[in-house]
Every structure is written in C-alpha cells, then in structure tokens.
C-alpha cells in the first residue's frame, strides 16, 4: 500500500533522511521508532506529500507521490505532529471543514462528523472552541480530522501523545480497530505501544532505516526495548547497507 | 470550485468569529467618518465666506464649490491612504498563521489545488474589503439627500477605490506567503502597497524614460484620475495586471513547498 524507496532528502547541507526504503502492506499497522532528529516527521511529511523528497519514490496505492500527488492526498489521513487546528473554530464546525477539503460528499459529511465524534470521545466538546481544549482534547480532534473521510492510508505522527494513560488506551483501541480497513503508519516512542497494536516496525536511526521486520521477528525472546537500543547503537556496516533480516524494500509482501 | 467555496467560507468565518473584523470596520469608519465630518465643516465654511462677498463676485466663487472636488475626492484619498495601512494588517495573517499553527500542513495535505487556495483566500479578503468600502457609502449617500453632487464621478471614485483596495489585499496575500511570521507579513505588506502609493514621487526629476514609467507604476496616479471621474481601460488594465501578477506570484510561492 506505500512503498518508500530510496527516500532522501537535504535541508541545505543536512541530511534528515538518507535512502530510506520500506513498505507497508494493505491494512498493516507500521510501528515507526526512531530517536528524536531522526527523520521519522520528516519521512511521514514526504509521504503525505507536504514535503518534496531530494531523492527516491514513494508510492502509495499504486499513485506516485511526485506525479500523482493529487490522488495521494485523497487518500491519506494525515495527524501531524502538532494537531493542525483552527483556534477559533469549534470541534463540529473545523471537522466539517476537513470533511469539506478532504472531499467528502456533502451528504455524507452530518453522518461523518457523528461518528468521529463518537469515535474519538469527542461529543461532549462539539461545540467548544478548539482553541480552549486541552492538550488531550486536541489531540483527539487531529485524529478525529485525519479519519473523518474514511481514508485507506493513515499517517499518525505521535498520535498519543500529551493523552492521559485512560485516553491512551481508548486511542490505541481506536488504532487496531482501524488496522485491516485502513493501513497506518504510526510513529511513536513508546515502545510498548508497538508491540501492542503494530504488525510490522520499522526503526530509523540519524535518517538511515536500520532495522525493518514483522514484529513477532523482533521479539522473539527478547523486549523490544533490547530490540530498539541495539538498532540505534548499531554501528553502520562497511557497505552502508543497514541491517535488514527482511528481503530488500520488502516487495515481495507487497500487495497489488 | 466547491473548494474556493469552502475556503472562502472559512476565512470570513475566521474574521468575523475574531473581533478582527469588527475592530477594522470600525476604525475605518471611524476615520473616515472623522475625514468626512472635517471636509464637510470646511466645505460649509468656505461657502458662508464667499457668500458674504459683496456683489457678483461671491456668488460666484461659490458657485464653483461643489461637493465632489471639494468633499467626495478628498475622503477618497484620505481612505486609500487608511487602505495602505489597514489591507496589509487584513491579510497578513492569511498564510503566516497557517503556517504558524501547523494547519498549513492540513491544507496542503487535502486534496485541494493550490490555485483553490490561493482564489480562495483571495475571494475572502476581497469580500471583506468590498464591505469596508460599501460601508463608507453612507458618507455619500448623506451628501446625496442633503445636496446634489454628481453620482458618476462618485462611482468612478468607489470603482477606484475598490480596485486599490483590491491591488493591496493581493500584495498583502503575497507578502504573508512567504513567512511564517504575521509581524513580517504585516511590515512587507505596508512596505510594498506603501512603495505603489508613492513610487510616482521622482516622476517629475527622473527623466523621460524614467520618469513615466515610475509614474504608471504608482497606483495613485491611476486612481487619481478614477476619483475625478475618469474611468480609462489604461487604468482598468493597469490595475487588472497588478492583481494578476501578484495573484499568480502568491500561487507559484505556496506551490514552492512543493519544489524538489
């Protein structure tokens, strides 16, 4: 369903991202790990097309992100790191904005924004100015944002973030209900997370994918703690090539 | 289409949801409430002068006052000098706060062409002006029940000020493209819409190449002769081009982000 490939990109003389590759199989949840810096947002901002990457593809759906940009963003679901809200709108009427961008047909868009409210716990606040909620609260109005057009591919950068752990447990159930109909890249730091609602996890480490496996790979025997820190320290092999017990760009588990 | 709409429709929203609007409408009308209420005073002073002229002589001199030279074309160049200032602090917000608070990355992330945005953005704060200045018809239209100026000099005038109006809110959409800071949107923008105020200044000393092209460049010189009535497709054109060119720079500098 997305396919990353030989991603680079350059801020001026910073590399944020280094030829990347990975791939995300149909209605997989990706579990995205990496320390602070180390080009996961800017990877998720290439993939939802707000970035153009220096080098390399990314497709998704089949659409190539650089030619086919248009179709891509129709498709995606994108919860940034910072929950893009209008201050000044309450919760209702900023969704059916997004539903209104995103495309949604007007008919369809009452029946939506009920659902998401419910969905995210979001019903009580419909009404209040976004600008007045509190952390947790915005955080459920950017998933809230990113899912309202029912989009097949979903790009959730630090989505637990700044919830308290009751929520966390809501949205990490709201996630793996979505896993199947929708295919999810999620980047996190807490790593109990991944193992509990991502199928596959893929580490990047100063913008170099340094490990990429289905998760019950990884863990074999092992806390994915132990799994994480011996990624990041890993030296770079001679060749450059980082480790990766999974064929190369993950084709053949592609889905078509 | 249905996306300029949406756009639109958000950005009045945002004005009007925001004391913005309703502190700008009221000190525009402030102002120039003030401006008419001075011209006015000195209009009827003038005329109780002449008229205690001994003879003829009186009578006609003021005969010669009248409300449109006298009243009607100094608000209007006391307004877009309101204008200069005003449009800049409208628009400067358009782009930078987005880009400020993170939705820039919603936006561009929808699927909306950037032509959409850009029409949109532009179609809203149009909007908003054309309800400033149609608001400052009251003044006008007292002068219409109470005296007789000629209405089509004052359309011509509104025409004008309307299109200046229109000029500054693309120059100000242009300068808030292209940061993230609403101050450095809001300085650019006066600086740039002040610059086509008086970039004509030197026009008389700066030769004769020089100097008529620095005059057409000034968005005075063409407004000036809409205020006395003139409406010439020279001005119309000149205006339709400076909205154009910074409409289409404002989409090439959003659709910039996009640039490998």
Not at chain 1, 80 to 93: K, T
Not at chain 1, 232 to 245: K, L
Not at chain 2, 78 to 97: C, D, G, H
Request: proline content about 4%; charged content about 15%.
């Amino acid at each position: 369903m997305i396919e990353v490939q030989h991603l680079t990109k350059r801020y001026g003389d910073l590399t944020a991202v280094s030829n990347i590759s990975f791939s995300v199989a149909s209605g997989q949840i990706l579990g995205f790990l990496g320390p602070n810096g180390s080009g996961k947002t800017t990877t998720m901002r290439i993939i939802t097309g707000f970035l153009p990457a220096t080098s390399g593809t990314v497709k998704v759906a089949g659409f190539d992100i650089f030619d086919d940009s248009f179709e891509v963003r129709k498709r995606i679901g994108y919860l940034p790191e910072h929950p893009p809200l209008y201050n000044d709108m309450s919760v209702a009427a900023y969704l059916r904005f997004v539903a209104r961008i995103k495309g949604m047909p007007k008919a369809e868009i009452a029946d939506a924004l009920d659902r998401v409210l419910t969905r995210c716990g979001l019903a009580q606040v419909a009404d209040r100015v976004t600008g007045h909620l509190s952390k947790g609260f915005r955080q459920r109005v950017g998933l809230a944002q990113a899912i309202i057009h029912n989009p097949p591919v979903l790009v959730l950068d630090e989505p637990t973030i700044g919830l308290d752990p009751h929520q966390i447990i809501e949205i990490r159930a709201l996630i793996k209900e979505l896993a199947g109909a929708h295919t999810v890249v999620l980047s996190t730091h807490i790593l109990p997370e991944v193992a509990q609602v991502c199928e596959k996890v893929v580490i990047i480490n100063a913008g170099r994918v340094v490990m990429e496996d289905l998760l019950t790979n990884l863990t074999q025997g092992q806390t994915l703690e132990d799994v994480f820190l011996r990624a990041i320290a890993q030296e770079e092999p001679p060749g450059g090539e980082p480790h990766r017990s999974e064929p190369s760009h993950g084709v053949e588990e592609a889905d078509l | 289409m249905r996306n300029v709409l949406t756009i639109i429709g958000k950005e009045l929203r945002s004005y009007f949801v925001s004391p913005v609007a309703y502190v700008v409408l009221t000190g525009f009308l402030l102002l120039g409430g003030w401006f008419f209420f001075n011209l006015l005073s000195r209009f009827s002073l003038l005329l109780t002068l002449y008229l205690q002229f001994q003879g003829g002589q009186g009578a006609e001199a003021a005969n010669r006052l009248n409300l449109n030279d006298y009243v009607i074309s100094p608000l209007m160049h006391n307004l877009s000098i309101v204008l200069v200032i005003l449009v800049p602090m409208i628009t400067m917000r358009a782009y930078a706060e987005e880009k400020k608070g993170g939705t820039y990355e919603l936006l561009l992330t929808s699927p909306v062409r950037t032509g959409e945005i850009v029409l949109g953005k532009f179609l809203a704060s149009f909007l908003f002006v054309c309800l400033m200045i149609g608001l400052t018809g009251i003044y006008p239209a007292i002068l219409l029940a109470f005296g007789n100026p000629e209405l089509g000099v004052i359309a011509a005038g509104y025409l004008g000020l309307l299109l200046l109006a229109t000029a500054f809110v693309t120059v100000g959409l242009l300068t808030s493209s292209f940061t993230e800071n609403q101050i450095i949107a809001a300085v650019s923008g006066l600086v740039a819409t002040l610059l086509l105020y008086i970039i004509g200044w030197p026009a008389d000393t700066a030769g004769n190449v020089l100097g008529p092209l620095l005059r057409y460049l000034s968005v005075t010189e063409h407004f000036a002769e809409m205020v006395k009535g003139l409406i010439d497709t020279r001005d119309l054109v000149y205006f339709a081009s400076l909205i154009a060119l910074a409409l289409f720079l404002t989409q090439r500098s959003v659709e910039s982000l996009r640039w490998r």
